[in-house]
């Protein structure tokens, strides 16, 4: 077979592209990516380290479908990191994008898209009354939990044992180096689904907690929903001892309904934070809450934030067109039932084959951990098979279907799937475990 066969064939070896006496798009963008980005990425999971492999250059997108620098397709189940939910360029939201680049790419001063944007989430969060967008999600998070301080006049925060926040100093302590180890003591962590922890940890620290800061459905160490009842603890217990709620909506937000996780589940978080879905792939990040911990803002109260491209008017163009649609035509029967049928479908290949496996899923989105024990907290997630997830991964994306790279992220199914993209992954998937070390 010659070289270039070989390559458009199996997809990424990188071996094999080495090897190849071929001017290769992939491997000529690797050295450059390689030379002047720090790993070849900007976003460290993009680097595919977690399964072993080489990262993947892409080059354009649409509907459910990538394609990479060398032109081959995949199906794709990463979709933006969640971001991306009516599929790749919607024609709605592109056609938005257009009219509104025509009219000025960044005016510096407030628009009416900002407005428009903030009151599509009031009216389909009941817990928010006003927004400030921010850049990011992790932009988001951060300034949630600094009017969670401000409103309390406590320092210390409670996060989850596996819930991600974005890199923000607050959230990050003790996750990287190069922050203050004074910022560690002020951080309390107790592990998802565990009431007991939570309120022991409330004995202890319950006076100077300024906020409970937790993704509502877990997405970021793999996808772990939250247990009968858990939401509603928390609920109860912040509210008695005066401590902030904090929804980190920035995957549910807009995925799990309208209402996000909170509509979902019928429970009321005091502060929420939100990106992804609602900049309809472009960079965004959102805080909402009622007006009276939201007036603490700068300009009215005295919590800074502000930031040249906060409530950017194409992000907010994006957003108000992605939001529009969701209302207008609702995905999220169809998309839950392809996710459904997708892990049902996984998990009976897992029973045939003989390769232990767990599908958890939340709405459209879904993760395979590779173990024989139920999944509810990241103990149990870092437990399950890291070598099996990768072989997967990489036999997947060798067939044509990209799924996260990492065992600790969720797969995405959006309005642009369909029942034969589903089917592509079973396919693979089928391959993929019949070839699995046992
Ligand atoms: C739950 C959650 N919160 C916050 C963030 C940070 O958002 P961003 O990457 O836009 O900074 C992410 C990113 O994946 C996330 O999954």
């Given at each position: 077979m010659n070289e270039a066969k070989k390559i458009a064939d199996c997809g990424l070896r990188i071996a094999d592209l080495e090897a190849a006496p071929i001017r290769n798009a992939q491997f000529a963008i690797r050295n450059t990516l390689q030379q002047y980005l720090v790993g070849g990425v900007n976003s460290p999971v993009r680097a595919f380290k977690q399964v072993g492999g080489q990262p993947l250059w892409l080059s354009r997108s649409r509907g459910a479908e990538v394609w990479d620098a060398n032109g081959r397709r995949y199906t794709d189940f990463i979709m933006g990191w969640g971001a991306i939910i009516l599929g790749h360029n919607p024609p709605p939201v592109v056609r938005a994008l257009r009219s509104r680049i025509s009219k000025g790419l960044l005016l510096g001063l407030t628009h009416e898209m900002e407005a428009e944007l903030a009151r599509l989430i009031a009216q389909a969060v009941p817990s928010v009354e006003q927004v400030r967008f921010t850049a990011s999600g992790s932009e988001a998070c951060l300034t949630a939990v600094k009017l969670a301080r401000a409103h309390t006049g406590r320092a210390k925060i409670l996060l989850f044992d596996?819930?991600?926040?974005?890199?923000?100093e607050s959230v990050m302590a003790g996750r990287?180096?190069?922050?203050?180890?004074?910022?560690?003591?002020a951080v309390v962590t107790v592990p998802f689904n565990d009431p007991a922890a939570f309120d022991e940890a409330l004995r202890q620290h319950g006076a100077e907690l300024a906020c409970v800061l937790i993704e509502?459905?877990?997405?970021?160490?793999?996808v772990i929903p939250p247990e009968p009842g858990w939401l509603a603890h928390l609920r109860e217990r912040t509210a008695k001892a005066g401590i902030v709620l904090i929804f980190d909506e920035v995957v549910t937000g807009f995925r799990m309904g309208l209402g996000g996780a909170q509509g979902l589940f019928g429970i009321e978080a005091d502060l929420t934070a939100f990106g992804k879905i609602i900049g309809g792939g472009l960079p965004v990040g959102a805080v909402g809450g009622p007006r009276r911990l939201m007036q603490r803002l700068a300009p009215e109260g005295d919590v800074y934030h502000g930031g040249t491209f906060a409530g950017h008017p194409l992000a907010m163009a994006a957003g108000v067109a992605t939001v529009q649609q969701l209302r207008a035509n609702p995905p999220y029967e169809r998309i839950e039932h392809l996710a459904a049928e997708a892990a049902e479908g996984l998990t009976a290949l897992g029973q045939d084959i003989g390769v232990a496996l767990q599908v958890n899923r939340a709405g459209s989105m879904f993760t395979v951990f590779f173990t024989a024990t139920a999944v509810r907290s990241k103990s149990d997630a870092k437990a399950s098979h890291k070598e099996r997830f990768a072989h997967w991964a990489n036999e997947l994306r060798r067939a044509g279907v990209l799924v996260p790279p990492s065992p600790f992220e969720a797969l995405f199914v959006g309005a642009a799937h369909t029942r034969r993209h589903i089917e592509q992954l079973l396919d693979a998937s089928k391959k993929a475990l019949q070839s699995m070390d046992r």
């Open positions: 596996g819930g991600y926040h974005g890199h923000g990287s180096a190069g922050l203050p180890a004074a910022l560690e003591t509502p459905v877990a997405a970021n160490m793999g």
